[in-house]
């Protein structure tokens, strides 16, 4: 029923952007619309709550809860864990923002701030770290969590409605209810792994139009997406241990290299100023971002940058939380929440530090005029700031290699998950049905594209987030209703055997003469 209502109504809307794209792009814009003027602040609220929640079931008398049999060890090593969860959640938006972003805000910074300045470098970094830091890494944290328990603790379906038992019931969550919430996580997946794929498409063109002149048009990033398909489809194939364990060890070790090298030659004293003073800032004014509207001044800003970026995240979360949950199987509560949460923001953090902190001193101390570059064309930010370090094509080339590896292991790891949603939540889908999703999720990108290229696929993927992000809010009470409840069991076991303990003993008294 899921896979067949979905599939429909995925192939209408390809249909519809391939014969009316225009209009496509219209509805889309009247969408994203609707969804700042009117649940801006839900988005901001929502987040933040996220945030908070991890933290505290972190630290709670549950953070000693293991996500399976209370002897159960990790399936994965750290590392490995770490590179899969961070490939799938936003390895393709690092590297394509990580340059244009910073000089982005540079240009045009948050209300109240003159572009060009000392100030706006400053905002720029911070909020650079924001977007891309605890509260993204929150969202994935709360599904995957939810999920992890409920399929490996409690042995439900790996589906997103099986978390729903403990607040609907399991007959709702087998009937239309349960079809509901999973269709919807379907098509949350599916428009959040579109709009990364096209990022990725046209940051790809960027690369190589910068090392062969090859033209940016929409044909060549069609063509790319085609191409990349058949390796992702031939990745998929080969499991989850050998083909995206591999891929994702591979594309951390390259990014990892890349970061160095870029750190080492480029303005390294600075890029640790930037990392220490912002980081700093960060903290210090998290929670002021984290709930920043303008409603006085009517301003476009945060829902142009903050907006998006929660809505993308949590258009994404069905896809990256249900993979996150898979391979974490063993892991504690605390351990999997601090693991899930800290490292990948702290790399983030790092990140940012390095590729936007050299585009910044590139721009301000070298005269190198690089933000004039991004507002031209953003897909090649990374490669001019790149060109300008020794070995400067070679590094390119790299750097376009390592966006083809994460959009490959991006792709692989949605079809893995959209197969497990669509055939009741089998932790092996089928060959057949992962490369049928692995075809529609490319030509929903293909018609996104089409349908108003970069900005198309931002507001497909806020109009696609705004339900979920209620259901997201459901499986945090079903889980600590779900924790209150063993919790209770646990401590009336521990009761019972205590009581009994005590007759034993008294059993075992020797009595007096």
């Not at 399976?68 to 590297?95: C, K, N, R, T, V």
């Not at 439900?156 to 969550?173: N, Q, R």
């Not at 085609?226 to 031939?234: D, G």
């Amino acid at each position: 029923m899921v896979f067949v209502a979905t599939i429909i109504v995925i192939v209408l809307f390809a249909v519809w952007g391939t014969a009316a794209p225009e209009q496509l792009a219209a509805f889309a814009n009247q969408a994203y619309q609707f969804s700042i003027q009117n649940f801006g602040w839900f988005y901001l609220m929502a987040t933040l709550f996220f945030l908070v929640f991890s933290l505290y079931l972190a630290f709670s008398k549950f953070g000693n809860i293991r996500l399976g049999d209370d002897d159960d060890e990790p399936e994965y090593s750290l590392i490995s864990w770490f590179a899969m969860l961070f490939s799938a959640g936003m390895g393709i938006g690092l590297i394509f923002w990580g340059v244009a972003e910073p000089l982005s805000h540079y240009l045009t910074p948050p209300e109240g701030v003159a572009g060009r300045t000392t100030e706006a470098a400053r905002l720029a970094m911070r909020y650079s770290f924001f977007h891309w830091g605890l509260h993204p890494w929150a969202v994935y944290t709360v599904i995957a969590l939810t999920l992890a328990y409920f399929q490996f603790r409690k042995g439900y379906k790996g589906l997103i409605s099986s978390t729903f038992v403990p607040l609907l019931g399991e007959k709702a969550v087998k009937g239309i209810a349960g079809q509901a919430i999973d269709m919807l996580a379907v098509i949350a997946t599916v428009f959040g792994v579109a709009t990364s794929l096209g990022l990725g498409a046209l940051q790809i063109n960027g690369g190589l139009r910068f090392l062969f002149g090859l033209p940016n048009t929409v044909t060549v990033q069609i063509s790319i997406i085609a191409v990349v398909t058949v390796l992702f489809l031939v990745s998929a194939t080969t499991g989850l241990d050998r083909g995206i364990k591999t891929l994702s060890n591979s594309n951390l070790i390259v990014a990892v290299v890349l970061m160095l090298f870029v750190w080492v030659t480029g303005p390294s004293a600075f890029i640790f100023d930037t990392l220490t003073t912002t980081l700093g800032s960060y903290l210090q004014n998290v929670i002021n971002m984290s709930l920043r509207l303008t409603p006085f001044s009517k301003g476009t800003w945060v829902g142009e940058w903050t907006l998006f970026y929660w809505a993308w995240w949590i258009a994404w979360a069905p896809f990256v939380g249900s993979f996150i949950a898979r391979v974490s199987k063993g892991r504690t509560i605390k351990e999997f929440i601090l693991g899930v949460l800290l490292v990948p923001s702290a790399f983030g953090f790092i990140w940012f530090s390095v590729f936007g902190g050299t585009g910044l001193h590139l721009e301000l101390f070298d005269r190198l005029e690089l933000a004039d570059s991004v507002k031209q064309d953003m897909t090649t930010a990374l490669f001019v700031a790149l060109k300008q370090l020794p070995l400067g094509t070679v590094i390119v080339s790299i750097a376009t290699l390592l966006i083809i590896t994460f959009f490959i292991t991006s792709a692989d790891s949605a079809t893995f998950v959209l197969g497990m949603f669509t055939s009741k939540g089998n932790l092996n889908p089928g060959t057949g049905i992962k490369i049928t999703w692995g075809v529609l999720q490319s030509s929903i990108a293909v018609v996104l594209l089409l349908s108003g290229g970069l900005s198309g696929l931002q507001t497909a993927s806020i109009a696609a987030a705004l339900p979920f992000a209620a259901i997201l809010l459901g499986m945090c009470v079903s889980l600590l209703k779900s924790l209150r409840e063993e919790d209770k069991i646990r401590r009336a076991e521990e009761k019972r055997l205590r009581r009994r303990l005590k007759r034993l003993l008294a059993e075992d008294e020797p009595v007096p003469e």
